[in-house]
């Protein structure tokens, strides 16, 4: 059991997890400055350091092996870190790891062994020691097909948007790959209105309504009880548009505005069962940096 005081000091000197500054202190024997050059040497005194610093770039990547694909964003600080030859490196293994894993879970998945015996967690904290950013493995999904179903995929050159589709059966792969590519583009929120989330619509259908008030015309349409069906009816109708528009296989297609996705898709006789779409720090609140202020900042600080 290491000294809980030598622990809290090497923890304030390092900010390092407890269960990297126990094992700092045993592999040290105990001494402080062995413990601090532990920690340092394996990365995770300075990743620690970076543990609240925000990760919105990075890559999204599709890993497709057999019957089995996963698709991940792995993140960093900066555009210059996600060409690094080693982060690229890493992303490669874990989508081979993630993939033979079978793993859903995003905590249980982090402590998944790396070639170099290294959980995936650990070397995450490594590499952020040794480049200097925060790398951290934000997301993944595993999808498995059958023999009879097929995966088509899109990665944007700059690996910042990524898209995993499911076949119902082996179709055009030109077709399939085109209707990846127009998700990429066109960024629908769902596969179809069976795949909208109820919070969402509910959500969306107050927002409607509100904003109909603010409207004189509505507005009086709303106090004459004769009018509620017309009403409801103008809202549905708000709503199709909506879904129309949010939906993968309701939206018209990119290359040709006569069909939807769902119509092109079944001219070759398959139906899409998954969508899956990453772009690389959706989601994320980027901090915005005013540059002069930091380097004043820094000046300041010397």
């Known amino acids: 059991m290491a000294n809980i005081e030598l622990l809290k000091k090497l923890r304030d000197?390092?900010?390092a997890g407890v269960s990297d500054a126990i094992k700092a202190l045993k592999e040290s024997n105990d001494d402080l400055d062995s413990a601090i050059q532990w920690l340092r040497e394996k990365g995770i005194a300075k990743a620690a350091k970076k543990a609240n610093s925000i990760a919105?770039?990075?890559i999204a990547q599709v890993y497709i092996k057999e019957n089995i694909a996963v698709i991940f964003e792995l993140n960093c600080e900066t555009d210059f870190v996600a060409s690094n030859p080693e982060f690229v490196a890493l992303a490669d293994e874990l989508g081979d790891l993630l993939n033979e894993s079978a793993e859903y879970d995003i905590s249980k998945a982090l402590?998944?062994?790396m070639a170099n015996g290294q959980t995936i967690d650990e070397n995450c904290k490594s590499l952020t020691g040794k480049i200097g950013e925060k790398i951290v493995l934000r997301r993944f999904e595993i999808?498995?097909?059958?023999?009879q179903q097929m995966f088509s995929f899109y990665q944007h050159s700059n690996k910042k948007i990524a898209v995993l589709l499911v076949v119902d059966k082996q179709v055009n792969p030109i077709i399939a790959k085109d209707i990846a590519m127009h998700a990429a583009a066109m960024n629908p929120k769902y596969l179809n209105e069976g795949k909208v989330e109820k919070e969402w619509l509910d959500n969306e259908i107050k927002i409607i309504k509100e904003q109909m008030t603010l409207d004189p015309k509505f507005a009086a349409m709303a106090n004459d009880p004769k009018m509620s069906v017309r009403i409801e009816g103008i809202v549905k109708g708000k709503i199709n548009k909506l879904?129309?528009?949010v939906t993968l296989e309701s939206q018209i297609f990119v290359k040709d505005a006569s069909k939807t996705i769902k119509q092109y898709i079944n001219q070759?006789?398959?139906n899409l069962l998954h969508y899956i779409r990453y772009q690389v720090g959706?989601?994320?609140e980027k901090k915005v940096v005013d540059f002069a202020e930091e380097v004043a900042s820094q000046i300041n600080n010397k």
């Open 268 to 270: 070759s006789g398959g």
């Open 243 to 245: 879904l129309s528009e």
């Open 282 to 284: 959706e989601g994320i």
């Open 13 to 15: 000197l390092t900010q």
């Open 143 to 147: 999808l498995i097909k059958t023999d």
């Open 111 to 113: 402590q998944l062994k």
């Open 56 to 58: 919105t770039e990075g």
